[in-house]
């Protein structure tokens, strides 16, 4: 298998800068996302609603991800004390990661849009939450959406590779930045 690009990303006013190691399609999953939260988290950070259109991620590992301007404007917050933690830049509102609360189990997702070349990452490979007419949700490529959440994390965490995450105090088990948790009443008004 050849090797991954290193990928540069950046926020909206490119005070926050980094790249992601070692990309490729292989080596992640591009997914759309269409869920409540992950659109409601896009306005809570100030930026439009997506609509059905999703928020297009890449989901890798946090071993990838390094930073190298802008650690003083990564804010993070999350809808619920055991929820998603759901990054971004406090300096212009782009979000830019989610990670689970755990660093062992080692995921991380890039909003897609803040990667200088996204064509590195291949085509959407899967849309989750996607609604139904008359209710409901569908999913598609569920089998790609389960393996990035799966695949790499696992193999971070077999290997060690899980502690190298820029998230993360490995010591302590805590998010680097204080988390935010936004009450269910604000949450619920994000999207009306």
């Known amino acids: 298998m050849a090797g991954g690009r290193d990928i540069p990303f950046a926020c909206d006013c490119g005070a926050v800068t980094g790249t992601l ?6 080596r992640g999953t591009h997914a759309i996302c269409h869920c409540a939260d992950c659109r409601a988290a896009e306005v ?3 930026q439009p609603d997506p609509g059905q259109d999703g928020v297009d991620l890449f989901q890798t590992t946090p071993d990838r991800v390094e930073f190298h301007t802008g650690l003083d404007h990564i804010g993070v917050f999350s809808f619920s004390p055991n929820g998603l933690l759901r990054w971004y830049a406090d300096c212009c509102g782009a979000t830019l990661f989610n990670t689970l609360r755990n660093p062992k189990a080692a995921f991380s997702a890039i909003r897609v ?9 291949g085509p959407v490979r899967a849309h989750a939450f996607v609604g139904r007419p008359g209710g409901g949700y569908k999913h598609t490529g569920k089998a790609w959406f389960l393996l990035g959440l799966l695949r790499g994390p696992a193999l971070a965490r077999i290997t060690g590779r899980w502690r190298d ?4 105090d490995i010591a302590s088990g805590q998010p680097v930045r204080k988390v935010q948790i936004v009450d269910k009443g604000a949450r619920a008004d994000l999207l009306r």
């Open 21 to 26: 190691h070692d990309i490729s399609a292989s």
């Open 44 to 46: 809570f950070a100030g």
């Open 113 to 121: 849009q803040r990667l200088a070349d996204p064509a590195a990452i």
């Open 165 to 168: 995450t820029p998230f993360f």
